[in-house]
């Protein structure tokens, strides 16, 4: 295979997990079925798919435990923080599987988009400890108490001195050098020895804490304040924009959250059901809210 660029997703634990990331694979390769897709999963999250879904990956491998059970406990967000390990590419775009991909854009297009990029991810802003600004949209987290954040490293000049970003891991984009390397080792090791109370997602912690923190450390940040390239409904409290807006501003539709909008399901089932039908597929994936098959999305 070549190594120039591709698109890395994970599918872990619930089958509704290797349904979504089908779904997904089925979307850009409607779009550009030049487009590389590799799959990291477990034995679980593919056990629904049909032989038709799995060849719409280029390659599948099963998840390294080590990535993602500590102690014999499945902490699937776990997995997210190894994104640069798992990756064969060269230039790499990470999307979490509970997305769509617009019919109307191709990959290759937010390829040279990002091109001259190093790194970058979604956003909800950020706050400057060294000159108090404060630039984080409302309605997001950073998954762990910001003053208890700024009580525990008000000794570290570094963190004091850079600027702490809201980062939402459903994207990543990176290439593979050096200062990428270092900024991924930092992720890991920061996620593995946290130094504050973290949220809880299911069994493990919200792996975008780590994100955050590395990047903070590091001085590596997204190329765009508030970038995100996908549609997600919770952003829009009040007007929201239409179908058409949607596929001229946007590359995917994220379903991300515990649950979504009637306007965002009937939207991606529609996406689904006509790339399927594209492809010569049947029975595409329809969205469920994760509330309804996870338990402890009732919880937050």
Known sequence: MKKEKGILLIALGHPIYGKMAAAL???????????????????????????????????????????????GVERFLKAKTFVYDLSPFDETIFLDVDMIWNPKKKPEDLFEEL???????????????????NKLKPNYTFWFDLAEFRTKYSRNKRIMSNKLYQLRSEFIYFKKNKSME????????????????????????????????????????????????????????????????ILKDFYLISMGGNKSDKFSEDFYNDIAASSYQQLGLYNAHKHVNKQKFLSERNKF
């Not at 409607?30 to 038709?52: D, H, K, P, W, Y």
């Not at 919200?206 to 390239?229: F, G, R, W």
């Open 25 to 71: 694979a089925a979307s850009i390769k409607a779009t550009s079925a030049e487009t590389t897709i590799v799959l990291f999963c477990n034995e679980q999250s593919t056990s629904r798919l049909m032989e038709g879904e799995k060849k719409l990956f280029d390659q599948m491998h099963t998840m390294p435990e080590e990535y993602y059970i500590t102690n």
């Open 115 to 133: 091109n001259n990029l190093d790194f970058t991810m979604c956003n909800e802003g950020y706050v400057d400890f060294a000159s108090g600004i």
């Open 182 to 245: 270092k900024y991924f080792e930092m992720v890991k090791n920061i996620y593995d020895n946290p130094q504050i109370e973290v949220t809880h997602v299911g069994n493990g912690l919200a792996d975008e804490y780590a994100y955050n923190v590395a990047s903070c450390l590091t001085a590596t940040y997204p190329h765009k304040d508030y970038y995100s390239p996908m549609y997600w409904h919770y952003k829009y409290t009040s007007k929201k924009p239409s179908r058409g807006e």
